[in-house]
């Protein structure tokens, strides 16, 4: 199982990515997808999860409005869309999956608990 994540780099403060999450030797129907996030000094946080099979999401509170988690129907793609970035966005942005075991919200509050994760792909806003 390989995960990667790529479409990080450098933006302008009110800009926007949207960053891929691939994955090869593994569909990702009946996973849950997360992306994540570690800025310098910090522990890694949960930005938002998906449920590859139904499409149900989750976002942690602080990370509901400007970040959409999306997927492919191709069952080995997922997105996230980042808007309006802030200072506080810069960071080494993560995909991983885990099982539906445990509910969406569980899995996106614990990284620890994803089973695969991928590189990063690193997000730096600057004017």
């Known amino acids: 199982v390989q995960l990667q994540a790529s479409g990080g780099g450098l933006v302008q403060p009110g800009g926007s990515l949207r960053l891929s999450c691939t994955a090869s030797?593994?569909?990702?129907?009946?996973?849950?997808v997360g992306w994540f996030r570690q800025a310098p000094g910090k522990e890694r946080e949960g930005v938002s999860c998906i449920n590859y099979t139904t499409g149900s999401t989750y976002y942690p509170y602080s990370k509901k409005g400007r970040f959409t988690i999306s997927r492919d129907n191709d069952k080995t793609t997922a997105y996230l869309e980042i808007n309006d970035l802030k200072p506080e966005d810069p960071a080494v942005y993560y995909c991983?999956?885990?099982?539906?075991?445990?509910?969406?919200?569980?899995?996106?509050?614990?990284?620890?608990?994803?089973?695969?994760w991928g590189k990063g792909t690193l997000v730096t806003v600057s004017s």
């Open positions: 991983a999956i885990g099982g539906l075991d445990y509910g969406l919200g569980i899995r996106c509050e614990r990284p620890s608990g994803m089973d695969y």
């Open positions: 030797g593994v569909y990702l129907d009946y996973y849950a």
